[in-house]
């Protein structure tokens, strides 16, 4: 069975989608087009450029996370550094790392930029905090000036997975004729996890239709679920507020509107209490979350079929025509 697949964002849980691939490969599944946001660009990029479940939980295996946060010694003063990192920096942690790291993984399979992989194949969402926009990649960086074949897939993960405050933003310099006649500050463009503005972007592949005979392909969402807060958050001061506000954003988007119109089309993956940000993970929370992701996916894909998706997706189609019919009239300003 072919799919369009899309995956959520949510930093270390990601773990989790590494094993639903996995759980759906062993049930046959093939990835069309992918799609994600945050730590689900990672995964969606990953498969786009040929890796496996099995290759990708060697990799996972093999990554100390922790080894992706890094700072010049200069800010690991207690308090003071982290705090003059944040003010200067405009994140805690550098994303050199995670991009270089990305990178490197893609360039094993030959991949570098998006003219590498088929047009369309992958998607990748970010936030355009400047413009208050959703950025769809490569496509959207259009907007800046540049042309989205030779964006760089890493540098497009690592945009979606800057979260605020946690990780630096990337920046982004308008190319000449696009910044002609701005003010200096006005050439540069700050963009952020993709999970601010939507973290489970479902619709991307609303519609899409396969070559062979225009089928309509179905849209599969892999969403990391469970409640993070096992433990109240402390606030202490504005870092540790910071942080709260951040994990409260990456876990609780889009709830409501993922049960009550999406859940057929939707793989729900138990994340076990980890946190997003929760970096130094050891290997058995690792090999749980994957575990869990791929029980979740087997679960979805051994009762699930074209026919009940087709049958679902007219029901969900039916109910958002009631409610747009049923909604009042707008009033004239």
């Given at each position: 069975?072919?799919?369009?697949a899309v ?5 270390v849980?990601?773990i ?6 996995q ?11 992918v ?8 995964v969606a990029?990953?498969l ?7 290759e ?6 093999n990554?100390?996370?922790?080894s992706l ?11 003071i550094?982290p705090?003059?990192?944040?003010f ?5 942690y ?5 991009e270089?790291?990305i ?18 194949k ?5 936030s355009?905090?400047s413009?208050g926009t ?9 907007r ?7 964006l ?12 605020p ?19 200096f500050?006005d ?5 952020v ?7 489970f972007?479902l619709w ?14 179905p ?9 993070t ?6 606030i ?6 910071l942080q709260?506000?951040?994990e409260?954003m ?16 939707t ?11 929760q ?8 090999t ?12 979805f894909?051994?009762g699930w079929?074209?026919?009940m998706y ?12 009631k ?11």
């Amino acid at each position: 069975m072919l799919i369009n697949a899309v995956f959520e964002g949510g930093g270390v849980k990601g773990i989790s989608l590494a094993g639903a691939v996995q759980g759906a490969q062993d049930c046959g599944i093939q990835f069309n087009r992918v799609a994600g946001t945050s730590s689900g660009s990672i995964v969606a990029a990953l498969l786009a450029a040929g890796y496996r479940a099995e290759e990708m939980k060697v990799i996972i295996e093999n990554t100390p996370f922790v080894s992706l946060l890094r700072r010049s010694p200069i800010f690991n003063t207690r308090w003071i550094g982290p705090a003059a990192r944040l003010f200067l920096k405009k994140g805690l942690y550098s994303g050199e790392a995670l991009e270089s790291w990305i990178r490197k993984m893609l360039e094993q399979k030959g991949i570098r930029t998006f003219a590498d992989l088929p047009q369309g194949k992958l998607l990748i969402t970010a936030s355009d905090i400047s413009n208050g926009t959703i950025l769809v990649l490569p496509d959207d960086i259009r907007r800046f000036g540049i042309d989205p074949a030779k964006l760089d897939v890493a540098k497009a993960v690592r945009m979606s997975c800057s979260i605020p405050y946690f990780f630096d933003p990337v920046v982004i310099r308008k190319s000449p004729v696009f910044s002609k006649g701005l003010p200096f500050q006005d050439q540069f463009v700050y963009v952020v996890d993709g999970g601010l503005l939507s973290n489970f972007p479902l619709w991307l592949f609303d519609g899409d239709r396969s070559e062979r005979g225009g089928d309509v392909i179905p849209v599969v969402g892999f969403k990391m679920v469970g409640k993070t807060e096992v433990e109240p958050a402390r606030i202490k001061g504005p870092l540790s507020m910071l942080q709260a506000l951040v994990e409260t954003m990456l876990t609780a988007h889009d709830e409501r509107y993922i049960e009550q119109i999406n859940r057929f089309r939707t793989v729900k993956i138990p994340t076990l209490g980890i946190k997003p940000t929760q970096f130094h993970l050891s290997l058995q929370d690792s090999t749980a979350l994957y575990r869990s992701g791929a029980t979740a996916g087997s679960e979805f894909f051994n009762g699930w079929n074209m026919k009940m998706y087709g049958e679902q997706l007219d029901k969900q189609r039916k109910e958002l025509r009631k409610k747009q019919a049923e909604a009042p009239p707008l009033i004239p300003v």
